[in-house]
T-cell receptor, first 114, second 110 residues
Framework: ETGVTQTPRHLVMGMTNKKSLKCEQH?????MYWYKQSAKKPLELMFV???????ENNSVPSRFSPECPNSSHLFLHLHTLQPEDSALYLC?????????????FGPGTRLTVL | RKEVEQDPGPFNVPEGATVAFNCTYS??????FFWYRQDCRKEPKLLMS???SGNEDGRFTAQLNRASQYISLLIRDSKLSDSATYLC???????????FGTGTRLQVTL
């Protein structure tokens, strides 16, 4: 399935490393999202981009830095993370940011911070 | 009170059984409601939207009770392939305010 792709699928990093997660959507959508999914917790919306402009930042620590160079690509730059940041990071996309529109998720990047 | 609450389960049911999940939400301004399905170690996928009048899609029926602020999902004639976690999702109208429940895990057995 190639609708929304994410790389890498798995990532292990130390607290002093810098890494980036990549998301690409091939659906012609104009809104993209980053979510965090931790064990036994609901999905937490981190960032929303609409037409490449950030429209939402849900009080996410600055050690997470999103970038949306165009409507098809979304990055999440990571630096000086903490072990509690270990989680599944999901990217999603949709037509617009109306709450009525289905969101299509990528397979996620499973991140482990040592 | 959590914004969206679900019984985490697991619900263990035999194949062919009927099973129902409820989800309660706290924001009375919520306008759009969904059920997403998430298989083990996979991404969530939309199962169905929930409309005020209730809606049915094959073996799945979703209902909304605005007065009591809950939505439900009924699965009839359960299949092994229905085993998954079912996520309740609500929003007051914009995707930027989408709120997910923790999910209810269903395990269908032979």
């Amino acid at each position: 399935e190639t609708g929304v792709t994410q790389t890498p699928r798995h990532l292990v990093m130390g607290m002093t490393n810098k890494k980036s997660l990549k998301c690409e959507q091939h659906l012609g959508h104009n809104a993209m999202y980053w979510y965090k999914q931790s064990a036994k917790k609901p999905l937490e919306l981190m960032f929303v981009y609409s037409l490449e402009e950030r429209v939402e930042n849900n009080s996410v620590p600055s050690r997470f830095s999103p970038e949306c160079p165009n409507s098809s690509h979304l990055f999440l730059h990571l630096h000086t993370l903490q072990p509690e940041d270990s989680a599944l990071y999901l990217c999603a996309s949709s037509y617009g940011t109306s709450g009525n529109n289905e969101q299509f998720f990528g397979p996620g990047t499973r991140l482990t911070v040592l | 009170r959590k914004e969206v609450e679900q019984d985490p389960g697991p619900f263990n049911v035999p194949e062919g059984a009927t099973v129902a999940f409820n989800c309660t939400y706290s924001n009375s301004a919520s306008q759009s409601f969904f059920w997403y399905r998430q298989d083990c170690r996979k991404e969530p996928k939309l199962l169905m939207s929930v409309y005020s009048s209730g809606n049915e899609d094959g073996r799945f029926t979703a209902q909304l009770n605005r007065a009591s602020q809950y939505i439900s999902l009924l699965i009839r004639d359960s299949k092994l392939s229905d085993s998954a976690t079912y996520l309740c999702v609500v929003t007051p109208g914009t995707a930027s305010k989408l709120t997910f429940g923790t999910g209810t895990r269903l395990q269908v057995t032979l």
